[in-house]
């Protein structure tokens, strides 16, 4: 092992302090060690890019990331300001280079993301020459591996307020090469009493009324963005009929591009499928009770999302009332149980019991099955469930 390569310092770690073992990660030629568990951390070492260590410093990404620390003692260690600018613009709470904006970003393109990032996090403001060069060269996050795009954005989206970092990304040019797929929200007048934001911004504020959760988020974000594809005009009005259908292409369109995780896909591309509620008083119970079924485990995430929209409206009072008048009701149901009620027929008691083959029609009694258990005029239970099933679908 060669003293002072990337490997040194982690390894040190794990022989005298108990770290896990150095992973190297073998495209970027660095290590990373750490304690886990409970509050555990993580480190990330890299090798030295210059001669010197300043030379090695002026090559880092934000001049807030050039601090240096030496060991004084046993436990004791000394901060450096090597470069003489690190504790001043993080006073300033300013976000600039070590180096001519120009050649940092071009040399890790990712960086632009990084800036947005710190941005929305530390909240500090980026130094304007950067924030040109950020917009110049924003083509050049095209040629970034999608999952570093997505893991920054992911920081983003979980910060306390994620419309700054998407404001931001607008601004820098970021977001035509990252979201291609919400432009068309930018500007969009919707026309509708209801709103009092065009598009883009309505958006944002019903993303920021979430709670931090990435597929609440997203959804969010994109639970609109089919709109302006839906839009209908009739004299006198405007419907947007099947526009939650259209954004969740949209949604999964970017999500296939940036690689996100299959859960979080399927669960956000659901919750914008569904965040039309429409709740009314008028509900009845079973309806209550299927409303908890059909949406099992992103039910908390919907009336999230739910809840969020309304109170986003030009007059949010009477639509964040029905928002609470339906948790009440969720309230009073048994929603657990509601949510692990099955048939009590199987697939193949239904062929058998019926004398049907295999095929989409099992599943169509199945689902009549729950419905009738859910709208109290079926008791769970075998024999009834076989009457039942016999008088609604046998032949004869």
Known sequence: MIKGSALAVPLSLHESYGFFYPVLFDKFGTYRTGIRGGKGIEMEFIPMRGRTLPEDLALRDFTI????????????????????????????????????????????????????????????????????????????LNHVAPERVRDELFVVLLSDVPSKGLKLMRELGLLEVVMPEILPMIGFDQRSPYHKDELFTHSLTVMDRTHPSLE???????????????????????????????????????????????????????????????????????????????????????????????????????????????AGRIQQQHVEEISNIESPLDGN????????????????????????ILEGVLEPTQPATEAFVRNKFAKG
Not at 259 to 286: C, Q
Not at 354 to 368: F, M, V, Y
Request: charged content about 20%.
């Open 65 to 140: 990331n050039t601090l240096t620390m030496r060991p004084t003692g046993p436990s004791t260690f000394e901060i450096t300001d090597t470069l003489g600018s690190a504790l001043t613009d993080i006073g300033k709470r300013i976000i600039r280079t070590p180096i001519d904006p120009w050649k940092t970003i071009s040399d890790d393109p990712l960086r632009s993301m990084r800036a947005v990032r710190f941005s929305c996090t530390l909240s500090m403001e980026i130094e304007l020459p950067l924030g040109e060069t950020v917009r110049k060269l924003s083509s050049l």
């Open 349 to 372: 008691a239904i062929q058998r019991l019926l004398g049907i083959a295999p095929g989409p029609k099992i599943g169509e009694i199945k689902r009549a099955i729950i419905d009738a």
């Open 216 to 326: 609440t988020r997203l959804a969010a974000l994109f639970h609109d963005a089919g709109k302006p594809q839906s839009m209908q005009s009739s004299p006198g009005k405007v419907s947007y009929y099947g526009h939650q259908d259209v954004s969740a292409a949209l949604f999964g369109s970017f999500a296939g591009r940036l690689k996100l995780p299959r859960s979080v896909t399927e669960t956000a591309g659901a919750l914008i499928r569904r965040h039309m509620v429409n709740y009314a008083p008028a509900w009845k119970d079973s309806t209550i009770r299927k409303f908890i079924r059909n949406n099992g485990a992103i039910l908390d995430q919907l009336m999230d999302l739910y809840a969020a929209d309304a109170g986003s409206l030009a007059d949010p009072t009477g639509p964040l009332n029905m928002v609470e008048e339906l």
